[in-house]
């Protein structure tokens, strides 16, 4: 797939020696900061190439507008200037200014700098792609033990939806949903006898099992891009009154994805039939988590998320829910 650059430069001279340098890509232009804005929403480029002194909203704007946005912060950005100065250099830097071309281009040296930074932004991509497959992955392995088939996938439903009512951030969102995907992955390295048994485990067995967030820790710590949902993912079975594991968390300590795993987890389990008994309705299961708030997990996000049930059938949508990868 051709890389997409947007070229951002008032001087209609600057524009076409870079369009006519760099032919080989797809090329987007803008000559001020407002239409950059709408085409980097539109388009998602790979890269972008913005002057700095622009009338109206400057190259300095435009960089921090981008940088500060999640969906776009990692973006590639190459300012253009005609200034030497370390200062502007510096200010630029600082704003999350990726590289520097300098007037008058020199067209070799402009797309030796496109290329390397190019391969950077596609390594970011790969990494970014990692909890994905991971989680796609893990999905595979659940068919395999019918007593978790979609569990993953229904407790990212959960978690999810909960998110959306605690945080407005659309990160937060995704990254909840990954985490929800992956927070089983420790079972990965518990024997399978033990995860399949139908008949009460021995407490030998049950240690077993209450080692798979650790376990599930280390999995994922050894992949990039995965560090923000590490923590939820290791503290998702710790309890508010401090009698969890694996850490005895109580609280605020434990962090707020993991609070909202806990719940979701839970409720997908109640639910679910299970060989020593029968499925809880939706109801039946939401007594159960008000009965435990404030012991087992945290009161508030339980409250929000009998507020997420009321009316609505939230076990028929999880089952029909397809995680995008």
């Given at each position: 797939?051709?890389?997409?650059?947007?070229?951002?430069d008032d001087t209609i001279t600057n524009l076409g020696i870079l369009k006519k340098t760099l032919k080989e890509f797809s090329i987007f232009e803008a000559t001020d900061g407002r239409t950059a804005l709408k085409i980097i929403n539109a388009e998602h480029p790979d890269l972008i190439l913005l002057d700095i002194m622009m009338p109206g909203v400057d190259g300095h704007s435009v960089l921090s507008i981008i940088k500060n946005n999640e969906s776009t912060r990692h973006i590639p950005v190459m300012l253009i200037t005609s200034l030497d100065g370390i200062e502007d250099k510096l200010r630029s830097f600082e704003k999350g200014a990726d590289?520097?071309?300098?007037?008058?281009?020199?067209?070799?040296?402009?797309?030796?700098?496109?290329?390397?930074?190019?391969?950077?932004?596609?390594?970011?991509d790969e990494i970014a792609r990692i909890p994905f497959t991971l989680a796609s992955f893990?999905?595979?392995?659940?068919?395999r033990?019918?007593?978790?088939?979609?569990?993953?996938?229904?407790?990212?439903?959960?978690?999810?939806?909960?998110?959306?009512?605690?945080?407005?951030?659309?990160?937060?969102?995704?990254?909840?949903?990954?985490?929800?995907?992956?927070?089983?992955?420790?079972?990965?390295?518990?024997?399978?006898?033990?995860?399949?048994?139908?008949?009460?485990?021995?407490?030998?067995?049950l240690l077993e099992i209450k080692t798979h967030p650790v376990r599930g820790t280390d999995i994922c710590a050894a992949w990039p891009g995965t560090k923000y949902i590490i923590p939820w993912i290791r503290h998702h079975h710790e309890r508010y009154d401090g009698f969890?594991?694996?850490?005895?968390?109580?609280?605020?300590?434990?962090?707020?994805?993991?609070?909202?795993?806990?719940?979701?987890?839970?409720?997908?389990?109640?639910t679910t039939e299970r060989p020593y008994r029968k499925a809880y309705t939706q109801a039946e299961a939401l007594v159960i988590l008000l009965e435990n708030a404030?012991?087992?997990?945290?009161?508030?996000?339980?409250?929000?998320?009998?507020?997420?049930?009321?009316?609505?059938?939230?076990?028929?949508?999880a089952n029909v829910f397809q995680p995008e990868f």
């Open positions: 797939m051709v890389p997409k650059i947007l070229i951002v590289d520097f071309l300098t007037k008058p281009f020199n067209p070799l040296e402009v797309k030796a700098r496109i290329h390397s930074l190019l391969r950077v932004k596609a390594l970011q893990v999905g595979r392995i659940e068919i033990n019918p007593l978790t088939a979609r569990h993953g996938t229904r407790t990212a439903f959960y978690a999810e939806q909960l998110a959306k009512k605690i945080s407005h951030q659309t990160t937060d969102h995704e990254r909840m949903r990954i985490a929800a995907l992956l927070h089983d992955i420790g079972y990965l390295e518990i024997n399978d006898l033990i995860r399949k048994k139908t008949t009460p485990l021995t407490d030998e067995e969890g594991y694996p850490d005895g968390l109580a609280g605020a300590e434990i962090p707020i994805g993991a609070r909202i795993l806990s719940i979701a987890d839970a409720f997908d389990a109640l404030g012991n087992q997990w945290d009161p508030d996000y339980v409250a929000l998320f009998c507020e997420l049930a009321e009316g609505t059938d939230l076990c028929a949508e």
